[in-house]
């Protein structure tokens, strides 16, 4: 089966911090994804990644970045943290044209 | 731009009643389609997907969706609800040429014992 494994299932962290989420899965996909998940508004995609090195914008990208040097792990970061971006994260992965496998999520509190 | 939508954010059934879930895309290209199942505090699992196959797909949990082209919906049955069933679903699109896939707002199942 494929295993997405996100770093943290809680994390709380103050207004301006600096704040890295991993994600890392084992199945060689090409694709990886960071989505956020707020309630009414579904999943909105942040940024995705078709190769290393390689990253597109997706809906929602303003206050996020990402990084992916190794084809395995994408991590999202958040350069000063705010409260409206207390969410819950969830990273996943694909093959090309195939459906995505999902982590846990990581649900961020931002106080 | 590829969009997803899914009518009732939130549906009641009664135990062994009928589910329906319905979602409409918004693509004149059929994309490839996907409903996913999310338990509390969980990750998103596929249910059942479509790629241009079957229009009846079958899934895991005795659920199955049809594609129909003519009203692009792909709408999600289970003829008899169980208590086990009780989530939120997400219908969602991915179209030909690109690897974002798209997702709707989601409908929570409630299932009334």
């Known amino acids: 089966d494929v295993k997405v494994t996100q770093s943290s299932r809680y994390l709380v962290k103050r207004t301006g911090e600096k704040v890295f989420l991993e994600c890392v899965q084992d199945m060689d996909h090409e694709n990886m994804f960071w989505y956020r998940q707020d309630p009414g508004l579904g999943l909105r995609l942040i940024y995705f990644?078709?190769?290393?090195?390689?990253?597109e914008k997706g809906d929602i990208p303003e206050g996020y970045s990402v990084s992916r040097e190794k084809k395995e792990r994408f991590s999202l970061i958040l350069e000063s943290a705010s409260t409206n971006q207390t969410s819950m994260y969830l990273c996943?992965?694909?093959?090309?044209?195939?459906?995505?496998?999902f982590g846990q999520g990581t649900r961020l509190t931002v106080v | 731009a590829q969009s997803v939508t899914q009518l009732g954010s939130h549906v009641s059934v009664s135990e062994g009643a009928l589910v329906l879930l319905r979602c409409n895309y918004s693509s004149s290209v059929p994309p490839y389609l996907f409903w996913y199942v999310q338990y509390p505090n969980q990750g998103l699992q596929l249910l059942l997907k479509?790629?241009?196959?079957?229009?009846l797909v079958k899934g895991i949990n005795g659920f199955e969706a049809e594609f129909k082209k003519s009203e692009t919906s792909f709408h999600l049955t289970k003829p008899s609800a169980h208590m086990s069933d009780a989530a939120e679903y997400f219908c969602?699109?991915?179209?030909?040429?690109?690897?974002?896939?798209?997702f709707g707002t989601g409908t929570k199942l409630q299932v009334i014992p």
């Open positions: 969602a699109a991915l179209s030909g040429g690109y690897q974002k896939v798209t």
């Open positions: 996943a992965s694909s093959l090309e044209s195939t459906e995505a496998f």
């Open positions: 990644s078709y190769d290393v090195k390689m990253k």
């Open positions: 479509y790629t241009s196959a079957a229009t």
